[in-house]
């Protein structure tokens, strides 16, 4: 069950026949589900659909229960790749993204996963420091994914699980573009990034 959030939208019964529910807090999304493997995207940067993105999709992601997109989408049709997998999308609001992608999706959500409670937000401001600052974004977490930085990173910090997978075709920041796989087990968790 989903704590410390007064309204809920039920969303009726999940793949697995769990009842999800959602809470909406202004901006801040909380949400339950049971699965165990996600597909980690950050810093797409496209403004039209690029078939590079769908092959990685397809090569790397064939094996996870839902996909999580950290922000800088751009536009809305790059995450059909994502949708056409009949997985569950979950993803956040970044800097550079156009005003269609600010309207369907929040600045920052929470996910609840087995026994784990992620935060999920793109991140701002220059890349020195961006995990002290993020942190103080969420209450009570035990991982955040975040992106802006284009630099892959799993890493934990002060007991929580930090994770950027990268930019998967952007080379602005980085020499090595990733994306990345977060599993989760009851409590356990960790963050594989996978280089490209």
């Known amino acids: 069950m989903v704590r410390a959030f007064d309204s809920f939208k039920d969303l009726g019964d999940g793949e697995r026949g769990e009842r999800k529910r959602l809470a909406i807090c202004g901006i801040l999304w909380c949400e339950k589900v049971i699965m165990k493997r996600i597909g980690v ?4 940067h496209l403004s039209v659909p690029d078939k590079r993105l769908d092959r990685i999709v397809e090569r790397y992601f064939s094996g996870v229960d839902m996909f999580v997109h950290a ?6 049709p790059i995450l059909d790749c994502l949708y056409a997998t009949g997985k569950e999308v979950i993803a ?3 800097n550079m993204d156009l005003r269609e992608i600010e309207h369907a999706f929040p600045t920052k959500r929470i996910l609840e ?3 784990v409670r992620i935060g999920i ?3 701002w401001g220059s890349p020195h420091g961006i995990r002290a600052w993020i942190k103080e974004s969420f209450e009570h977490v035990d991982a955040i994914i975040y992106g802006h930085t284009h630099q892959g990173f799993s890493g934990f910090e002060d007991g929580i699980l930090f994770f950027n ?7 602005r920041f980085t020499t090595v573009n990733s994306i990345g796989i977060m599993e989760i087990d009851g409590k356990n968790m960790r963050g594989e990034l996978i280089p490209l």
């Open 165 to 171: 997978p990268g930019a998967p075709l952007d080379s």
């Open 113 to 115: 996963i087995e026994d």
């Open 41 to 44: 995207l950050s810093d797409t």
């Open 121 to 123: 937000i793109h991140g």
């Open 71 to 76: 922000g800088d989408v751009v536009s809305l």
């Open 92 to 94: 956040v609001s970044g």
